[in-house]
């Protein structure tokens, strides 16, 4: 890792470090403040981005007053901290519990969809992205499960209007998993595992149809028929390759 990398990395934790800490006399503050005067300090905070003071007065609310005039929006601002300060097991928690308590909210729509941002959240790790790392190769649960999230989204609220970023969003996560089915075929092939090959690379024309990875599925495909002697298998996949990728090499042999 480059020295510059590291101390951008060390400068975020200690960042990190410092926002969330608070002083005694900040806590007494807290404990003994009414709920309006609570419910307003959180809101300044989250104004001016300080999203670890904004949950240390969201929490208090939720714990001291649950039943208090600002309960409902109290919920919705916690999941929305959460989510900026990338702490996704208490955001999915809160999620989970603000459905199950108010599932005919006139803002629900908006509560699946910060579920599905959480996962995506949790499924991208920063520093991968800082440095140029590729890691479709990790475990895509939190992504099937964004991807499932976004789904539920527009199909139950199609005229939301976070239906439409879900929906780009879902484009997004469909490659993200298709190439991980594209990398676990690829091992497959490493250990002349040819009939598990074939049958992860169709998963992906199937299951993920139109993505970036559609034509390395259709190459893993006619390799593995050809290994496996399923020659007719083979031709269909390459005459659908010479339909929809006339110029790949495969082709040429």
């Known amino acids: 890792m480059h020295k510059f990398a590291k101390g951008a990395v060390v ?3 200690s960042l990190a470090i410092a926002a969330c ?6 806590d007494l503050k807290v404990k003994k403040s009414s709920p ?3 419910y307003s300090q959180a809101r300044t905070s989250m104004e001016l981005g300080n999203f670890s003071k904004a949950v240390r007065s969201l929490e208090a609310l939720d714990s001291r007053y649950p039943f208090g005039p600002h309960k409902t929006q109290v919920q919705l601002d916690l999941i929305f901290a959460y989510y900026k300060l990338d702490d996704a097991a208490s955001g999915i928690a809160n999620i989970d519990r603000f459905i199950r308590l108010n599932p005919t909210h006139k803002d629900i729509d908006y509560v699946y969809y910060m579920r599905g941002l959480v996962n995506m959240q949790s499924d991208n790790y920063m520093f991968h992205d800082m440095l140029d790392i590729d890691r479709t190769d990790r475990d895509p649960k939190v992504a099937q499960d964004a991807f499932n999230d976004f789904d539920r989204l527009i199909k139950s609220y199609p005229k939301s209007k976070y239906a439409p970023d879900a929906a780009k969003r879902m484009l997004y996560l ?3 998993l298709a190439k991980y089915s594209i990398n676990v075929a ?3 092939i490493k250990m002349n595992a040819w009939s598990a090959a074939s049958t992860r690379a169709q998963s992906v024309m199937e299951t993920y149809p139109g993505t970036t990875s559609t034509e390395r599925a259709l190459e893993i495909m006619a390799e593995a028929y050809g290994e496996l002697g399923q020659e007719k298998l083979r031709e269909n996949v390459l005459s659908v390759m010479k339909i929809n990728f006339p110029n790949n090499k495969m082709l040429s042999r």
């Open 36 to 38: 309006d005067i609570l």
């Open 21 to 26: 800490s608070s002083s005694p006399e900040e």
């Open 11 to 13: 400068g975020l934790f």
């Open 186 to 188: 690829e091992y497959y």
């Open 174 to 176: 469909k490659n993200r």
